[in-house]
């Protein structure tokens, strides 16, 4: 039950400060929603926290975001994070005022002197990949966050897989996690018309191209696609480079696959719904997905998905796809050949969209509310 007294909320907004990637939109996106059931007659006050050196929030975020109250430090994002992960110092009462609860977007806490800690764990890839990680990811999260995911009042997750992984690999009470799922995006209405109206041209990989998403096992089942239905459309991999995406971006280069894959780093918003328009499937083949915000994009915009067993995926993309295990090459070829018959795409399309419409950001708001009052209840009992 959420308190009847002001609540005064700080989230940590830095992730969605430069390119908004799976993290970023959902930080931007639930504050966004925070912010509008925090409009009267609700008492609460929301803080979105910021801090760079170079990196401001866009011009247009107090407009878009009228209910908050914007915080921007002129404070380097390494240093400060080293002394907030390292030292747990200084409080984020001294950057941003008095605060009830401080919502972290990463596993680790951001230091609080009163404030009820919350932090958000999407998956647990800083565990499993420890070695493909950069950073403060690779440097602290390993040794760190067992502890602090312990020490925190709350930990919230984006799906019920994430929240097992929680649970099981860190040893946090299962009462103390929270499921708040994002929502689908308002532009995929508009994406889903033009889809309906006519379908794309192209197969769709949109995520950053790491090893978990498993590159490989997708070229490999495209270019068995290309030997099946030599006429298939092109394949785009939409998403950032990485030092480990080397040889695939090699690969695409040359034959059988030259002139039919097309790599484009990193996507806007604007791009984005460029790709989604012109999309006739997406496949996400990853071995482990948190969730797989992708997946929900591409079903809300009328598009048919491919997805693989493992992690999240079964579980967002629900009756809409049925799952590949994502070593299986020819299964992965026959989805993506069964999905170019315009029927059984049509099919696909309208159970995704059905899925799709369970996921709202209103929804995420909501959960995270909830999340904050538990973790409130549970801070005044500690203390």
């Given at each position: 039950?959420?308190?009847?007294?002001?609540?005064?909320?700080?989230?940590?907004?830095?992730?969605?400060?430069?390119?908004?990637?799976?993290?970023?939109?959902?930080?931007?996106?639930?504050?966004?929603?925070?912010?509008?059931?925090?409009?009267?007659?609700?008492?609460?006050?929301?803080?979105?926290?910021?801090?760079?050196?170079?990196?401001?929030?866009?011009?247009?975020?107090?407009?878009?975001?009228?209910?908050?109250?914007?915080?921007?430090?002129?404070?380097?994002?390494?240093?400060?994070?080293?002394?907030?992960?390292?030292?747990?110092?200084?409080?984020?009462?001294?950057?941003?005022?008095?605060?009830?609860?401080?919502?972290?977007?990463?596993?680790?806490?951001?230091?609080?002197?009163?404030?009820?800690q919350v932090v958000?764990?999407?998956?647990?890839?800083?565990?499993?990949?420890?070695?493909?990680?950069?950073?403060?990811?690779?440097?602290?999260?390993?040794?760190?966050?067992?502890?602090?995911?312990?020490?925190?009042?709350?930990?919230?997750?984006?799906?019920?897989?994430?929240?097992?992984?929680?649970?099981?690999?860190?040893?946090?009470?299962?009462?103390?996690?929270?499921?708040?799922?994002?929502?689908?995006?308002?532009?995929?209405?508009?994406?889903?018309?033009?889809?309906?109206?006519?379908?794309?041209?192209?197969?769709?990989?949109?995520?950053?191209?790491?090893?978990?998403?498993?590159?490989?096992?997708?070229?490999?089942?495209?270019?068995?696609?290309?030997?099946?239905?030599?006429?298939?459309?092109?394949?785009?991999?939409?998403?950032h480079s990485t030092?480990?995406?080397?040889?695939?971006?090699?690969?695409?280069?040359?034959?059988?696959?030259?002139?039919?894959?097309?790599?484009?780093?990193?996507?806007?918003?604007?791009?984005?719904?460029?790709?989604?328009?012109?999309?006739?499937?997406?496949?996400?083949?990853?071995?482990?997905?948190?969730?797989?915000?992708?997946?929900?994009?591409?079903?809300a915009c009328g598009?048919?998905?491919?997805?693989?067993?493992?992690?999240?995926?079964?579980?967002?993309?629900?009756?809409?796809?049925?799952?590949?295990?994502?070593?299986?090459?020819?299964?992965?070829?026959?989805?993506?050949?069964?999905?170019?018959?315009?029927?059984?795409?049509?099919?696909?399309?309208?159970?995704?969209?059905?899925?799709?419409?369970?996921?709202?950001?209103?929804?995420?708001?909501?959960?995270?509310?909830?999340?904050?009052?538990?973790?409130?209840?549970?801070?005044?009992?500690?203390?």
């Amino acid at each position: 039950m959420w308190y009847s007294f002001r609540v005064r909320i700080l989230v940590d907004y830095r992730p969605a400060l430069r390119e908004r990637t799976g993290v970023g939109e959902f930080v931007h996106e639930m504050s966004r929603a925070l912010c509008e059931a925090a409009t009267p007659p609700s008492p609460d006050e929301i803080v979105l926290f910021s801090s760079s050196w170079k990196d401001r929030p866009a011009r247009a975020l107090a407009s878009e975001m009228p209910a908050a109250r914007i915080v921007d430090r002129y404070i380097p994002v390494r240093a400060l994070a080293w002394s907030w992960n390292r030292l747990e110092w200084p409080p984020v009462e001294w950057l941003a005022g008095d605060c009830d609860v401080v919502h972290s977007q990463s596993p680790l806490l951001i230091p609080a002197r009163r404030a009820a800690q919350v932090v958000t764990i999407h998956d647990l890839d800083f565990l499993a990949y420890a070695d493909q990680a950069a950073g403060e990811i690779r440097r602290d999260y390993p040794g760190l966050a067992r502890s602090h995911a312990a020490r925190a009042d709350g930990v919230i997750v984006s799906s019920q897989y994430a929240a097992g992984e929680v649970t099981r690999e860190l040893g946090v009470a299962p009462a103390r996690v929270h499921r708040c799922p994002p929502g689908a995006p308002a532009w995929a209405a508009a994406v889903a018309r033009r889809q309906a109206a006519s379908r794309g041209r192209r197969i769709l990989f949109m995520g950053t191209l790491a090893p978990r998403k498993n590159i490989a096992t997708l070229l490999d089942a495209y270019a068995l696609l290309r030997e099946r239905v030599p006429g298939a459309p092109p394949l785009t991999l939409a998403g950032h480079s990485t030092p480990a995406s080397a040889p695939w971006e090699a690969r695409a280069r040359v034959a059988p696959l030259a002139g039919h894959v097309d790599i484009t780093g990193y996507v806007d918003q604007a791009r984005r719904i460029a790709l989604y328009s012109d999309a006739r499937m997406l496949v996400l083949p990853s071995y482990e997905e948190g969730f797989g915000l992708p997946v929900l994009e591409a079903m809300a915009c009328g598009i048919p998905v491919v997805v693989s067993s493992r992690g999240s995926l079964p579980e967002v993309a629900g009756a809409a796809a049925e799952p590949v295990d994502p070593g299986d090459v020819a299964g992965l070829a026959s989805r993506m050949a069964a999905l170019l018959d315009d029927q059984r795409a049509g099919a696909a399309a309208r159970r995704g969209l059905e899925q799709a419409s369970r996921y709202t950001w209103a929804a995420c708001a909501r959960a995270a509310r909830a999340a904050y009052a538990a973790a409130l209840e549970i801070h005044a009992h500690r203390r």
